[in-house]
């Protein structure tokens, strides 16, 4: 099994999760989750950070494993502290339109009621319209 990507590779933002399956009974859960605050550090910075926390913090420790100077170890960990620090924007839920697959899914799902549904899809045809 691959370990899940956290990075976009086309334009390098934090991906989120949509998607979960059982392997076991194959039951597949759709909704959306971040990865974490060290999920979101690239794979060099979260093996980097294992590395840290392995030597207890001892950045000496560090440099030696690495065979790097001490200079590049401490940017290494402003990097990681940077990259820990910077909290992502939540997305604004308008910030995506509702589509009518969308709907169709919640009322499926059980998420929303028939009438609920028709009432968004009616909606969304008027925006549409504009």
């Known amino acids: 099994m691959y370990k899940a990507p956290s990075h976009c590779p086309t334009c390098g933002h934090v991906l989120d ?4 399956n059982c392997q076991e009974c194959d039951t ?3 909704g959306r989750w971040s990865l974490g605050v060290f999920g979101r550090l ?3 910075q979260q093996t980097f ?3 840290f926390v392995r030597s207890r913090g001892n950045l000496s420790e560090v440099e ?3 065979g790097v100077s001490y200079p590049t170890v401490r940017a290494k960990l402003e990097e990681v502290i940077e990259a820990l620090q910077d909290e992502p924007a939540p997305m604004p839920e308008t910030s995506r339109q509702e589509t009518r697959d969308d709907i169709l899914q919640a009322i499926s799902a059980g998420r929303l009621s028939v009438e609920e549904g028709l009432a968004r899809l009616r909606a969304l045809e008027t925006r549409t319209e504009n």
């Open 64 to 66: 030696r494993s690495l």
């Open 17 to 20: 999760i949509r998607e979960l």
């Open 28 to 30: 597949t859960i759709r």
């Open 49 to 51: 950070l294992r590395l």
């Open 42 to 44: 690239t794979a060099d």
